[in-house]
């Protein structure tokens, strides 16, 4: 029954993202000559629907752990104490503070070997659109999704009271890997823009802009780049499997197995 | 030859994504659901005071989420949301007794991992937890 609603929830989603994303592709293209159906969109699919029916359980299950873990070990004069600032106060405090958090992990995530490892898959795509938005392994986003959550768990902020700022920011953040160049002036700054998030995607793997959604971070640290063109080729230069499951396991294999399989298989592949 | 589209075609794509993206936020924020308020409350230790406070979480239930107890279309890069969001869920009233350990009733999560995390509350199985 469980299995039923979650698939019937993930087609309703992937209709709704379909609607909301593709007019827009096709009217404001970044890349013009890239069809709704290019190469390894049946991979992002598999992304998609793993990401709904399967690792969705993991990552919450880690997340619930992770925050009464932490709500054990944090004192409670603490949480009394920003308790007592205004709301609006304790928002912009977990917003920014995640937003920190996310950008220094992130460039982590490009600058250590073991977390790339992991979140070099998300950067393996190279179409980016709004469906390759969802190419990320499980641990991965274990990893995201803890770090932007830290503050509001570390502070006790409740959540819900941004809803609607959170459910924006994660909507836009499958919204900045579409394939749409619509230029939106300052608003970039505050709210990121598919351009920006297209050079992170850069072959590069230390291109720039780790921000979540709004590029302050990027500013503030030097790490901004907008050119005014479209990067010419996305993805990773390291050989990587170009299967689902391939995938899914080629990060969690010491370096030299790893390298080996994928090595007799592309032999195989090439014979 | 591509063929660029004409200005009204640009203006209703982008009007219609606007919409839509607003339609979704509000849906997020439960504004085309009908909530009601469960008889069920979610009593939970207040650390705001000092002056023996406890904090009523009244859970509220969205009825026709057309996201069936996931929280979808969302990102990892977002934060989590707790499903029973409303600003005023969480009021602060005073304890009439702070020395019994009373069960913090700790919420199940179900989600996507891509799509954010939803916090429900599940008043058979929850771990009973010591207030601070």
């Not at chain 2, 989420?65 to 005023?88: A, G, T």
């Amino acid at each position: 029954m469980e299995f039923y609603k979650s698939t019937e929830a993930a087609i309703i989603s992937l209709c709704f993202l379909f609607l909301v994303f593709l007019p827009m592709e096709k009217v404001f293209p970044a890349k013009l000559k890239q069809k709704i159906i290019r190469p390894s969109w049946l991979l992002d699919l598999c992304y998609f629907f793993g990401q709904y029916l399967l690792w969705g359980t993991l990552v919450l299950w880690a997340m619930n752990y992770f925050r009464f873990w932490l709500d054990d070990i944090i004192p409670t004069t603490f949480r009394t104490r920003v308790s007592n600032q205004p709301w609006w106060l304790q928002a912009i405090e977990v917003v920014l503070l995640s937003d920190f958090l996310i950008y220094w992990g992130h460039r982590l995530q490009h600058k250590v070997d073991f977390l790339w490892r992991f979140h070099k898959v998300h950067h393996s795509a190279e179409h980016l659109d709004w469906l390759a938005a969802h190419r990320e392994h499980p641990l991965d986003t274990i990893y995201t999704v803890g770090l932007i959550n830290l503050p509001a768990f570390l502070l006790g902020f409740p959540l819900e009271t941004i809803a609607g700022l959170i459910a924006f920011r994660g909507i836009w953040a499958i919204y900045i890997h579409s394939n749409v160049r619509l230029p939106i002036g300052k608003l970039r700054i505050l709210i990121g823009a598919p351009e920006l998030h297209h050079w992170h995607h850069d072959l590069e793997r230390d291109r720039g802009n780790y921000a979540n959604i709004s590029p302050i971070m990027d500013v503030l640290f030097g790490t901004y780049v907008c050119p005014d063109h479209e990067p010419e080729q996305f993805g990773i230069k390291e050989a990587f499997p170009k299967h689902y499951v391939g995938q899914m396991l080629h990060p969690m294999l010491p370096k030299v197995i790893s390298n080996k399989l994928y090595r007799r298989k592309m032999k195989k592949s090439d014979e | 030859m591509s063929k660029t589209p004409s200005t009204t075609i640009k203006v209703i794509t982008v009007s219609v994504f606007t919409l839509l993206i607003i339609c979704f936020v509000s849906y997020r924020v439960g504004a085309f659901d009908n909530f009601s308020f469960s008889s069920k409350s979610i009593t939970t230790y207040n650390s705001n005071t000092s002056d023996n406070q406890m904090a009523v979480d009244t859970p509220i239930v969205a009825k026709d989420s057309i996201i069936i107890d996931q929280e979808m279309m969302s990102s990892s890069k977002s934060m989590m949301i707790p499903k029973n969001f409303k600003r005023d869920t969480i009021k602060t009233i005073p304890a009439k007794d702070t020395t019994s350990k009373k069960p913090l009733k700790k919420s199940s999560t179900m989600s996507s991992s891509k799509s954010g995390i939803i916090f429900e509350p599940q008043p058979d199985k929850d771990t009973a937890k010591k207030p601070k």
